[in-house]
């Protein structure tokens, strides 16, 4: 377990020196609304995104036990995926605010890798290894960059052949890229509930319970945005 603790520290670790990227990859296009004037009123116009149903009567015992162990693993590893992208976006921005030069950024980089493992270590113990290694690829998501990459290009080919190794034993792949049509389109479908706001519905329906808050490190506590984006309400 000590080694799975630290393949997922040093998985985080290194996604959070791709801010640049990240932020390009993850930055919402704006949109303007139609509207049309009827007897002096204005009335706005949008089309909704259609409410996908997915049926699964057809389902035996078996793939409904997995799909439920898949709905339940995503429910503790999307809103810890989602946090790494927040805090690789908002690094960007303050790379860009305060015009760092490289040796700056790295100084940085260096201090708040050490800080968010401190914060993470603890949470990660609790994770399984399925929880984790569906975490590293929803990181892939939302970084737009293989984890094998990152590794690579910030700590070294060396260092990203280990971890590669450490990964297969555990029957994962640094190297393969998140594809929402084909590998990833099981936890892509469960993106989609939850960008709809339906997986807490979702999770009801499946264990019959609401779905349990995930523990935030003490620093983002009060990030009432953040805390909506994952799901967790402030206590």
Same mark, same amino acid.
């Given at each position: 377990?000590?080694? +799975?603790? &630290?393949?997922? &520290? *040093?998985?985080?670790?290194?996604?959070?020196?791709?801010?640049?990227? /990240?932020?390009?990859?993850?930055?919402?296009?704006?949109?303007?609304?139609? #509207?049309? %004037?009827?007897?002096?009123? &204005?009335?706005?116009?949008?089309?909704?995104?259609?409410?996908?149903?997915?049926?699964?009567?057809?389902? $035996?015992?078996? !793939?409904?036990?997995? #799909?439920?162990?898949?709905?339940?693993?995503?429910?503790?590893?999307?809103?810890?995926?989602?946090?790494? /992208?927040?805090?690789? $976006?908002?690094?960007?921005?303050?790379?860009? *605010?305060?015009? =760092?030069?490289?040796?700056?950024?790295?100084?940085?980089?260096?201090?708040?890798?050490?800080?968010?493992?401190? !914060?993470?270590?603890? @949470?990660?113990?609790?994770?399984?290894?399925?929880?984790?290694?569906?975490? @590293?690829?929803?990181?892939?998501?939302?970084?737009?960059?293989?984890? =094998? =990459?990152?590794?690579?290009?910030?700590?070294?080919?060396?260092?990203?052949?280990?971890?590669?190794? %450490?990964?297969?034993?555990?029957?994962?792949?640094?190297?393969?890229? =998140?594809?929402?049509?084909?590998?990833?389109?099981?936890?892509?479908?469960?993106?989609?509930?939850?960008?709809?706001?339906?997986?807490?519905?979702? #999770?009801?329906? +499946?264990?019959?319970?609401?779905?349990?808050? @995930?523990?935030?490190?003490?620093?983002? *506590?009060?990030?009432? /945005?953040?805390?909506?984006? @994952?799901?967790?309400?402030?206590?």
């Amino acid at each position: 377990m000590r080694r +799975v603790l &630290t393949f997922l &520290t *040093a998985i985080l670790a290194a996604a959070l020196l791709t801010p640049s990227l /990240s932020a390009q990859n993850n930055r919402r296009e704006l949109k303007v609304m139609e #509207y049309y %004037v009827y007897q002096g009123d &204005t009335i706005y116009v949008d089309e909704l995104p259609p409410a996908v149903i997915h049926p699964r009567q057809t389902m $035996n015992k078996r !793939d409904w036990v997995k #799909y439920y162990k898949r709905v339940h693993n995503f429910s503790k590893a999307y809103p810890y995926a989602l946090l790494v /992208s927040r805090v690789i $976006n908002e690094t960007d921005s303050i790379f860009l *605010a305060r015009n =760092y030069t490289r040796r700056q950024q790295d100084k940085y980089l260096n201090q708040l890798k050490e800080d968010l493992i401190k !914060d993470f270590e603890p @949470i990660f113990r609790k994770l399984t290894l399925k929880q984790g290694l569906m975490m @590293i690829r929803l990181i892939d998501r939302e970084c737009g960059q293989t984890p =094998y =990459y990152i590794l690579k290009r910030y700590l070294g080919g060396t260092t990203a052949g280990f971890w590669q190794g %450490v990964a297969k034993v555990f029957k994962g792949n640094l190297k393969q890229p =998140y594809d929402k049509f084909g590998e990833d389109r099981d936890l892509e479908e469960l993106v989609g509930y939850w960008q709809r706001g339906e997986f807490d519905n979702l #999770y009801v329906m +499946v264990f019959g319970k609401p779905r349990p808050q @995930i523990i935030v490190p003490k620093r983002f *506590a009060e990030d009432e /945005s953040l805390l909506r984006a @994952i799901g967790n309400k402030r206590r």
